[in-house]
Each structure stands twice: as C-alpha cells, then as structure tokens.
C-alpha cells in the first residue's frame, strides 16, 4: 500500500564511504510508516492523514480516527475518490496541468533542466 503525510524531515546520506545509505529521519518519516500500515486493515491501497488530505484539492473518503503506535493524539485517515475510469485514449494529455505545479515542483524542474549537458553543435 502506499501511505501519505506531510510533514519536516531531514534527509541525507549517513554512514561510511563505503557502507552510504540515503535515509530519512524525523516525526513524519515515522508517521507516514504507520499510516501506510493501515492498507493493511483497511481494504484500500492509499491512506492518506487529514494533514496531507487537507492540502490536495481531490475529494476523499474518510476511513476513520486513528491512534498511530507512538503518537498520542488521533488522525483521521482517508481514502481518495476516485472518479469512473474515462478510456486511456479519452484523457488529453497536453492539456494544462491543473492545479498548477507549485513552486517547488517549478523549482525541481529548472534544476533538472540546468543539469542538462549543453547543446554541443558541430561547424
């Protein structure tokens, strides 16, 4: 299943040179783990916190309040709704993306492009 939540965390590379491993700590790391636990006792394979629900704009299917190991007060989780599956070919793939991307998905987007290796052209 796959779990959602927003939250801080610090990430980064921890270890040896020559034992690295990329990792993610902090109270949200955590959970977000313990959300997506709960594909295993509800019938769905998305969970959602409240926290992470309020900040899309999709409509969602409230689970219920639970009580995450670790976490003393209660988070409602949900489940998004979604619509009646339109035909791969009906979906108009070069139309606007909406809601517009946010800033930091702008932000990755020109970091990826900068990356790019420049236009190298033969005279």
């Known amino acids: 299943g796959i779990g959602l939540h927003i939250g801080n965390v610090m990430f980064g590379n921890v270890g040896l040179i020559d034992r690295m ?16 636990s709960l594909t295993k006792k509800y019938p ?13 704009d999709t409509d969602w299917t409230l689970l219920g309040a639970e009580t995450l190991r670790g ?10 709704r979604f619509p009646q599956s339109a035909p791969l070919g009906a979906i108009d ?11 930091a998905e702008q932000l990755i987007i020109l970091h990826r492009q900068s ?9």
């Open 21 to 36: 491993t990329f990792s993610v700590f902090g109270a949200a790391a955590n959970e977000v783990q313990r959300v997506e």
């Open 44 to 56: 769905v394979q998305i969970i959602a916190s409240d926290a992470f629900a309020n900040y899309c």
């Open 71 to 80: 976490i003393t007060r209660s988070m409602n989780v949900l489940t998004p």
């Open 93 to 103: 793939v070069t139309a606007p993306v909406n809601p517009p991307l946010s800033d």
């Open 115 to 123: 990356q790019k290796p420049p236009d190298v052209r033969a005279n």
